[in-house]
């Protein structure tokens, strides 16, 4: 099984800030690297796939990077609306399916 | 656009049996892979099974082997988790998730989850 490891656990910023979130594979997962957002008592949404791809109607200011096992979630300006957690997922075809522990990106 | 509804939690003994719904609307079903992802509360995400879009290829974690099952139907657009053998570390919401493609595992579309309880 892979293991996604996110770093930090939590993220304590304000609005306007950069955002800068971390997810490491305990092997390679080639380009096969999704970032979900989630918000409270809601569903999660698709954000990234395949480590730099924006999901539709996701804005510019979220951005993925990495290749291999590290891997990078940005925020480059951080608005209300996107304080939330944060899971990355590997897809590749060595099951099962992975999700990282989340990422809390909180109010400071 | 694309709803995925899922039905069929509730309160269940251990050891005890349910069976799952998502009914899907708004895309071709039967060109995409599905999965069931559970979340417990107040923890993260797990992927439990998934199914490619064709029903070929079915796949799960080691935690429900044996136990939960995955199938579809894709002339009624729907698909179902059995879960027999309940235990009490099942307890969490289960979502119904949307693939990229026939055989591609990210999920771009999700269910509002069905809470499945499982009391000790």
């Known amino acids: 099984e892979i293991v996604l490891t996110q770093s930090p656990a939590t993220l304590s910023l304000s609005p306007g800030e950069r955002a800068t979130l971390s997810c490491r594979a305990s092997q390679s997962v080639s380009d096969y690297l999704v970032w979900y957002q989630q918000k409270p008592g809601q569903a999660p949404r698709l954000l990234i796939y395949?480590?730099?791809n924006r999901a539709t109607g996701i804005p510019a200011r979220f951005s993925g990077s990495g290749s291999g096992t590290d891997f990078t979630l940005t925020i480059s300006s951080l608005e209300p609306e996107d304080f939330a957690v944060y899971y990355c997922q590997q897809r590749t075809n060595n099951w099962p399916l992975t999700f990282g522990g989340g990422t809390k990106v909180e109010i400071k | 656009e694309v709803q995925l509804l899922e039905s069929g939690g509730g309160l269940v003994q251990s050891g005890g049996s349910l069976r799952l719904s998502c009914a899907a609307s708004?895309?071709?079903?039967?060109?995409?892979?599905m999965s069931w992802v559970r979340q417990a509360p107040g923890k993260g995400l797990e992927w439990v099974l998934g199914?490619?879009?064709?029903?070929?290829?079915?796949y799960y974690t080691d935690s429900v082997k044996g136990r939960f099952s995955i199938s579809r139907d894709n002339s009624k657009n729907t698909m179902y988790l059995q879960m027999n053998s309940l235990r009490a570390e099942d307890t969490a919401v289960y979502y119904c998730?949307?693939?990229?493609?026939?055989?591609?595992?990210?999920?771009?579309?999700w269910g509002q989850g069905t809470l499945v309880t499982v009391s000790s």
């Open positions: 395949d480590v730099s």
């Open positions: 998730a949307k693939g990229g493609g026939l055989t591609t595992y990210y999920f771009d579309y």
């Open positions: 199914i490619y879009g064709n029903g070929g290829g079915t």
């Open positions: 708004g895309f071709t079903f039967g060109s995409y892979a």
